[in-house]
């Protein structure tokens, strides 16, 4: 769970203090007390422990080289976690670094299974594969039980290069990077060889690959614009939408968010030919918020408002629990619709600031279009 759940720390007699819960520090430092007490393996065979890592430390131990090698279990974290990673690799890049990622779980590259901040993570790093400074890539035959002693970074696999490992799991590259505690310590002939055969077995991603999950258009609307919707839903043009799914947490937190909503489905309408079903993914707000309202409240109203409005749509409404969707921050808008030949195509858009963002033109946004043919 994202911080605590009944399966751990919550039941209903500590249900005021759900908001408060949260184990992960709690294991964090249960993890460290085991550590200490455990002989430290990494120091017996000569490495150094950083005492207090940071990415602007790895930066200043990096300077001066122009190759760079991660070793990883996979590219993306969950939904929630900042991205310090993301800016530092893309720093990185922007410095002249060449920077080889090798993944021990495949990339998933498929647009509509991706969560909107792996699409954002892809649209970083696009250019960059693009010109040959990233690869990134999947080791399909590795030993699953020799992860966790392989380098995490190193900067060319032979011995006496320097190269940074961890005692902890491999976790994702963008949750994670230097994962406590760290040690450094330079290449033996047996490490470098395991290096290298994990390079030579990496099957590398084509920028094309990555580019399938980059958006076809994108719109940066500045604070105080008016909004051209007819070019941003332009290919909605007299389409029949057989169904509009809106995921956005905050649709229906307050008047302002559902007045923005109508507003959203008021304007596809004047584009589109029709809407035949609709779907909403909205979220409870946190009881002590002072537009809180009970989930079978926040249907009741939001159901009200837009059948009373659009009459003819078929309308779902999913109001997630708060405590146990903390992790939904998508703000997405799919428009599955079907053409005159029948076939049948879904407009992806992503909102970087979500809808009530994108109907008032006092605030700025950003808003990127995917195509995915079924």
Not at 122 to 149: C, F, Q
Not at 275 to 287: D, L, V, Y
Not at 323 to 349: E, M, V
Request: glycine share 4%; net charge neutral; hydrophobic share 35%.
């Amino acid at each position: 769970c994202s911080s605590a759940c009944s399966a751990c720390l919550c039941d209903y007699s500590n249900q005021l203090s759900w908001d408060q819960f949260d184990r992960f520090p709690v294991l964090k430092w249960l993890k460290e007390l085991v550590d200490d007490a455990k002989p430290d393996d990494f120091i017996k065979a000569g490495a150094v422990r950083w005492a207090s890592t940071s990415l602007k430390g790895l930066t200043e131990r990096l300077s001066g080289i122009s190759q760079m090698y991660l070793f990883v279990i996979s590219l993306d974290a969950i939904e929630g976690e900042d991205n310090k990673t993301r800016h530092w690799l893309v720093n990185m890049l922007n410095e002249g670094m060449n920077i080889s990622i090798h993944l021990a779980k495949p990339l998933e590259m498929v647009p509509r299974q991706l969560s909107s901040r792996m699409r954002e993570t892809l649209r970083h790093l696009y250019p960059y594969a693009k010109d040959g400074r990233l690869k990134i890539g999947y080791v399909p035959k590795i030993d699953e039980s020799k992860t966790n002693n392989l380098a995490r970074i190193f900067i060319e696999p032979i011995p006496g290069s320097p190269a940074w490992f961890s005692s902890r799991p491999t976790p994702p590259l963008l949750q994670d990077l230097l994962p406590e505690p760290i040690y450094q310590q330079k290449l033996n002939d047996e490490s470098a060889t395991e290096l290298s055969e994990m390079i030579s077995g990496t099957v590398y991603y084509s920028a094309d690959k990555i580019r399938g999950s980059v958006p076809i258009e994108r719109w940066e609307i500045s604070e105080g614009e008016v909004r051209n919707f007819q070019d941003v839903f332009a290919v909605l043009q007299g389409a029949y939408i057989d169904q509009f799914v809106i995921k956005d947490p905050y649709c229906a937190a307050g008047d302002l968010q559902r007045s923005s909503l109508i507003d959203l489905i008021r304007v596809v309408l004047g584009i589109a030919n029709n809407i035949k079903n609709m779907t909403i993914h909205c979220r409870e707000q946190n009881f002590k918020d002072l537009r809180y309202m009970a989930p079978y409240k926040i249907k009741e109203v939001l159901n009200s408002a837009i059948i009373n409005d659009f009459p003819t749509i078929k309308l779902i409404i999913h109001v997630h629990n708060f405590k146990t969707s903390r992790s939904f921050h998508d703000r997405t808008l799919d428009f599955h619709a079907i053409d005159n030949d029948g076939c049948s195509i879904t407009h992806r858009y992503d909102l970087t600031g979500g809808i009530d963002f994108l109907m008032d033109k006092k605030a700025s946004t950003k808003i990127y279009r995917y195509q995915i043919e079924k």
